[in-house]
């Protein structure tokens, strides 16, 4: 399994409100992607139609020590 960073914004985005970005792991991008927009509409309660995923904010690896925002760690070392 491989790291990957995934950026999506929901309905929240028409409020203002920053984009949710979480770290997964998984083989590759697509499966990492599905992953986490699996994860971001059934935490969120948001539909699957009202997510856009941000390519500039999505990617292999862990953001950077610097990326001055928070994200959330959905990887399996995280959550024990």
């Not at 500039?56 to 928070?70: A, H, I, K, S």
Request: a negative charge.
């Amino acid at each position: 399994m491989r790291t990957f960073t995934v950026t999506i914004a929901g309905t929240e985005r028409f409020d203002g409100e920053a984009p949710y970005t979480w770290v997964v792991e998984a083989p590759n991008m697509a499966s990492a992607t599905d992953k986490a927009v699996a994860y971001h509409a059934l935490s969120q309660d948001q539909r699957l139609c009202d997510l856009e995923i941000d390519p500039l904010r999505t990617f292999e690896g862990t953001p950077p020590p610097d990326c001055g925002y928070y994200w959330n760690d959905l990887r399996a070392e995280a959550l024990n």
